[in-house]
Structure formats: structure tokens, C-alpha cells
């Protein structure tokens, strides 16, 4: 977004044409930033819950909007990576102007640490009414007895 600096004189009886001027001035600065808004390619983080149990982790993402297709989720070694793009359905026109923008749209992006060893097979996934569910089951490592529980030869 661009901004103006704009010096002016206050004038005795022109509030009416001061406060003109600062509704122009903000409604130039919301169509620059409605315009940055439309094209956007800054990749953002989309909201997660991450849950852990002794056998597994949760991972839900909210991505309402997104279409199935338009999600990619890959588990590497040690992280999750849901990455996508976000499309603005509706038409953009030049006469409407944003009172707020607060849904993000454009490629997010989401990496989720695993500190452990996973089952990868057992890993599953799924989308339903915005929101994306990764099931992620811990490999279960089999306890080696201790030499001290070891039977007596």
C-alpha cells in the first residue's frame, strides 16, 4: 500500500472541505489496499489446531473456501506441510470498496513440526465442511527389556 503525505492549511469555515478531503484521502488509500487485496500473492498461515496423544497427532486445519483439489498435504521425516491457494470467487468490480478485509486469500502455507517417528502408512486425511483433518499415528517403539529385568542364567 502506498500512502500520501499531504501537508494542508485549515482555513476558518472550510471543515467542510477538510473533512472531504480526509474521506478522499481514505477512500484512495482503501482502493489501493482493495487492489493489493484482490491480487495478493503473499502466502499466509492458515488456522490449526495441533493435538497430541500418547499414540497420535491431530493436526485440523480451517480452510473454508478452499477448494479439495486446490490443498496439497505432504509428510516428510520430521514435518507436515499443508500448502494451497485460495480463490477469491466472488467478482472483483471497481465501484465496490471494502469496509473490512479480514478473509485472506491467495497460496498459505502451514509446516507442523513431528518430533518423533511416524506410522506413515497408517497417516490418513480428510476434508469435510472447511476444515482438513490429518490423523498422524506414532510409530510404537517396542521397549527392549533393561539388562536388570533380564532372568538370571
Same mark, same amino acid.
Given at each position: 500500500m502506498r500512502y500520501k503525505q499531504v501537508t494542508y492549511r485549515y482555513i476558518e469555515?472550510?471543515? $467542510?472541505?477538510?473533512?472531504? $478531503?480526509?474521506?478522499? #484521502? #481514505? $477512500?484512495d488509500a482503501l482502493r489501493q489496499g482493495q487492489s493489493s487485496l484482490v491480487q495478493s500473492s503473499t502466502t499466509w498461515r !492458515? &488456522?490449526?489446531d495441533i493435538l *497430541?496423544? %500418547?499414540q497420535r497427532m &491431530? @493436526? /485440523? @486445519?480451517? #480452510?473454508?473456501? @478452499?477448494?479439495?483439489? =486446490?490443498i496439497e498435504v505432504t509428510l516428510y521425516q520430521d514435518a507436515l506441510v499443508v500448502s494451497g491457494v485460495r480463490r477469491n470467487a466472488? *467478482?472483483?468490480? =471497481?465501484? #465496490?470498496c471494502y469496509h473490512e478485509a479480514q478473509i485472506r486469500y491467495g497460496p498459505f502455507r502451514l509446516e507442523v513440526f513431528i518430533p518423533y517417528p511416524v506410522n506413515r502408512d497408517a497417516v490418513t486425511a480428510r476434508y469435510e465442511?472447511?476444515? &482438513?483433518w490429518v490423523d498422524i499415528? /506414532?510409530?510404537?517403539?517396542?521397549? /527392549? !527389556? &533393561? !539388562?536388570?529385568?533380564? %532372568?538370571? =542364567?
Open positions: 469555515g472550510s471543515q $467542510h472541505r477538510l473533512e472531504q $478531503h480526509y474521506r478522499r #484521502l #481514505l $477512500h !492458515p &488456522l490449526a *497430541e496423544s %500418547p &491431530l @493436526v /485440523k @486445519v480451517e #480452510l473454508a473456501g @478452499v477448494q479439495e483439489d =486446490e466472488s *467478482e472483483y468490480q =471497481e465501484s #465496490l465442511c472447511g476444515f &482438513l499415528p /506414532k510409530q510404537q517403539i517396542e521397549q /527392549k !527389556p &533393561l !539388562p536388570s529385568d533380564m %532372568p538370571d =542364567e
